[in-house]
């Protein structure tokens, strides 16, 4: 299907990589293979151990978290070049924080967590922008489910106020 060769080329054009030079994206790609989604097409799913990180090259791919009594709710959109999946790089936390589906028809590079996280201890110019590129996801995550929180909160707040005024 896809060549090693066209994945080294689709990370040298991945806009983080490019301060690595052509031997880097060619370790990189060793550890990596093109992953095919249909639209409606699970990439993981919340509470799995799955140990791959993705970067999106093409599609979008929705993230979603279950809460009980509501169900599965949407919280966040991947867009193109952004990483799915960083719990794969984390030492403690190996396990998914949300389930990732294809809104459309996908196209990833999926690195094996565990000889990508090698990789970054052995080689630390790979290892540091790879980190700085993680704790920006991370961050970004964590401010859209807070105010998604935010959100929800109000929400609530709104349906009991209304509940408590409402008389017969």
């Not at 630390?124 to 489910?145: C, E, F, M, P, W």
Request: glycine share 4%; net charge negative.
């Amino acid at each position: 299907m896809f060549k090693q060769a066209s994945i080294a080329q689709t990370l040298r054009n991945v806009p983080w990589f490019l301060d690595l030079n052509q031997e880097k994206i060619t370790r990189l790609a060793d550890l990596a293979s093109f992953q095919q989604l249909a639209l409606g097409d699970e990439l993981f799913h919340e509470g799995d151990r799955e140990d791959n990180l993705h970067i999106l090259i093409e599609g979008q791919i929705c993230l979603e978290v279950t809460i009980p009594t509501q169900g599965s709710i949407k919280i966040g959109l991947v867009e193109p070049l952004d990483i799915i999946g960083w719990s794969a790089l984390t030492p403690v936390v190996r396990q998914r924080t949300a389930t990732a589906r294809a809104c459309q028809p996908s196209l990833t590079i999926a690195f094996n967590g565990d000889e990508l996280r090698k990789l970054c201890d052995e080689d630390h110019d790979i290892g540091y922008i790879i980190q700085k590129r993680l704790s920006n996801v991370i961050a970004t995550r964590l401010l859209t489910t807070r105010l998604h929180l935010y959100d929800l909160l109000i929400q609530s707040t709104r349906l009991n106020s209304e509940s408590n005024n409402f008389t017969l």
